[in-house]
């Protein structure tokens, strides 16, 4: 009998892959599964200490807690500053949406505190990021896709992180490309919200280099604002996408003109998002890893 139920749920787990990973770990991470592993005394570029790997999640369940518990959840953090794991992960059991993050990752050179809030952010969106959600065998799960929370990350969660700092002073600190200054500065007319539009973007930057990186690109081939991923699907990749797709989609979720306040859906994919089908040209998701419904 004890063999039966373990058989069952061995192929319970492969056919719910990879919508719902049967391990501690829970979703998938923000990156594809690698062994690249950065422990505490190894020296790097990054400026995330300890306390700043603390604070920016701080910041960020301050904000976010609350909105989750009107969603009926209890929004939890797995700090593993000491892990040298270069990933993040979303789970969940019953009512607690966890989100688990790591050292390892906070401490890639690549990574940018503003990248770093932007992981947050993306995790939180698999529990809150809305529609297209991830399927299994037996149907659509409680997460959202890799490029709905790469959206929902900049277009409503880094906005309400960044609202309170004194943007226009940071970005004034920042190298921002001049295309991305032109389109922050077309989107939005209030300075600071173009701020927070360029801020948003770097941070997208910074992530679409991690994952550059990963996957051992030459110098060339970095994602980079003057490229577009030009890949069209056929339906909705609910998995990691391309790093300039990925970028694409930061860069979009960073210029979309709808507020911040207005909430994303579990059943409505053109609710809270710039969307075609609403007439909004700019800022809509792309269609290298989005296809809308017809």
């Known amino acids: 009998m004890k063999r039966t139920l373990l058989a069952i749920m061995a192929i319970t787990c492969i056919l719910m892959a990879p919508a719902f990973s049967c391990d501690e770990r829970g979703q998938t991470g923000i990156v594809e599964d690698n062994d690249l592993w950065i422990g505490q005394d190894v020296k790097s570029a990054s400026t995330i200490d300890e306390a700043a790997f603390n604070k920016i999640i701080d910041d960020i369940g301050k904000i976010y807690s609350p909105m989750v518990a009107k969603k009926g959840g209890k929004l939890t953090f797995i700090r593993n500053w000491s892990d040298g794991t270069v990933n993040a992960y979303a789970s969940r059991k019953g009512n607690i949406f966890n989100v688990a993050m790591y050292g390892g990752l906070a401490r890639h050179d690549a990574i940018t505190p503003d990248g770093f809030a932007l992981v947050v952010c993306h995790e939180l969106g698999h529990h809150i990021g809305g529609i297209p959600k991830k399927r299994s ?48 500065n077309k989107q939005f007319a209030d300075a600071n919200d173009s701020a927070i539009c360029q801020r948003g973007s770097m941070a997208g930057l910074s992530l679409a280099n991690l994952f550059a ?10 994602p980079a604002f003057d490229k577009l991923d030009r890949k069209i699907v056929s339906k909705t990749n609910p998995n990691h996408p391309a790093p300039q797709c990925r970028l694409d989609t930061y860069f979009a979720g960073s210029i979309c003109e709808i507020d911040k306040a207005t909430d994303v859906s579990d059943k409505d994919e053109d609710a809270g998002v710039c969307s075609r089908k609403l007439g909004i040209k700019i800022g809509t998701r792309p269609f290298c890893w989005f296809k809308p419904k017809a």
């Open 213 to 222: 990186s990963l996957r051992k690109f030459t110098q060339d081939k970095f």
């Open 137 to 184: 065998f037996f149907g659509t799960t409680w997460a959202s896709t890799e490029g709905q929370a790469d959206y929902f990350g900049n277009l409503k969660c880094l906005r309400n992180y960044m609202e309170g700092d004194d943007n226009i002073k940071i970005i004034g600190l920042m190298k921002i490309p001049a295309d991305v200054k032109t389109m922050c």
